[in-house]
C-alpha cells in the first residue's frame, strides 16, 4: 500500500523547535519530491515547501511564510523525509501533511499522509 | 503575490450538476489540480493537469481550465460529494492553493 506517516507533533513553545517526520512506504520514494502542507484549525491548506529527488539534485524550495525558519531535507536509506521548524509562533499551530508529488509537469500531490499536529503556545 | 479565488460555498441538490471555479490571472496558462477535503480527513486529489482523474476518482468528476478560470465540475452529484474542495496550480516551482469551498449538497 503507498502510504505516508507522519509523526513528531507535539506541544511546543513560541520560540522553540520542532522536527515532525514523514515516513513513506509502498513506492519509490527515492524517486519522488516531497512537498510539506499545513492546515490551522478551520483554516485552508497552506503550501510551506518541498524537496526534490535526487535526481533533482535535492532541492529545497519555501513559501515566504516560512523560510528561514524551516527547513526540509530526506533521507533516502531510510525512506523519510523530515521538516525542520524553528523559531516558532503561535501561528504555526496547525495539523501539517506531507505529501507526494510525481516529476510529472502539471501532476497533483497525490499521495497524503494523515497528519501530525503541531501546537505552539506557552 | 499570485492569488488564487474560489467562492466560500457551493450548494446543489443531490443527482444535479455542481460547479466550483477557481480564478486567478492568466489561470489557463498553468496547470489546475483540485483536491477533496472530508472533515477530519486528508485531502485527495481529484483532478490534475486541468482535467484528468486519478485512479479510484469517479467519472462525474471533471475539470476545466481556461482564460482566468478553472472549473471543478461534478455531474450528478451525490451526498459523499459533500466536502470542502481546494484548487491548486503550479507557479514555477511552488504550490499555490485556493481558499477552498465548501459544497453542500442538500
Known amino acids: 500500500e503507498v502510504q505516508l506517516v507522519e509523526s513528531g507533533g507535539g506541544l511546543v513553545q513560541p520560540g522553540g523547535s520542532l522536527k515532525v517526520s514523514c515516513a513513506a512506504s509502498?513506492?519509490?520514494?527515492?524517486?519522488?519530491?516531497v512537498h510539506w502542507v499545513r492546515q490551522a484549525s478551520g483554516k485552508g491548506l497552506e503550501w510551506l515547501g518541498r524537496?526534490?529527488?535526487?535526481?533533482?539534485?535535492?532541492?529545497?524550495v519555501y513559501a515566504a511564510s516560512v523560510k528561514g525558519r524551516f527547513t526540509i531535507s530526506r533521507d533516502d536509506s531510510k525512506n523519510t523525509t523530515y521538516l525542520q521548524m524553528n523559531s516558532l509562533k503561535t501561528e504555526d499551530t496547525a495539523v501539517y501533511y506531507c505529501?507526494?508529488?510525481?516529476?510529472?509537469?502539471?501532476?497533483?500531490?497525490?499521495?497524503w499522509g494523515q497528519g501530525t499536529t503541531v501546537t505552539v503556545s506557552s | 503575490s499570485y492569488e488564487l479565488t474560489q467562492p466560500p460555498s457551493v450548494s446543489v441538490s443531490p443527482g444535479q450538476t455542481a460547479t466550483i471555479t477557481c480564478s486567478g490571472d492568466?489561470?489557463?496558462?498553468?496547470?489546475a489540480c483540485w483536491y477533496q477535503q472530508k472533515p477530519g480527513q486528508s485531502p485527495v486529489l481529484v483532478i490534475y493537469?486541468?482535467?484528468k482523474r486519478p485512479s479510484g476518482i469517479p467519472e462525474r468528476f471533471s475539470g476545466s481550465n481556461s482564460g482566468n478560470t478553472a472549473t471543478l465540475t461534478i455531474s450528478g452529484t451525490q451526498a459523499m460529494d459533500e466536502a470542502d474542495y481546494y484548487c491548486?496550480?503550479?507557479?514555477?516551482?511552488?504550490?499555490?492553493f485556493g481558499g477552498g469551498t465548501k459544497l453542500t449538497v442538500l
Open positions: 524537496i526534490r529527488s535526487k535526481a533533482g539534485t535535492y532541492a529545497t
Open positions: 493537469q486541468d482535467n
Open positions: 491548486q496550480a503550479w507557479d514555477s516551482s511552488t504550490a499555490l
Open positions: 492568466k489561470l489557463g496558462d498553468m496547470y
Open positions: 509502498g513506492f519509490t520514494f527515492s524517486g519522488s519530491a
Open positions: 505529501t507526494r508529488h510525481q516529476p510529472i509537469a502539471g501532476y497533483g500531490l497525490d499521495v
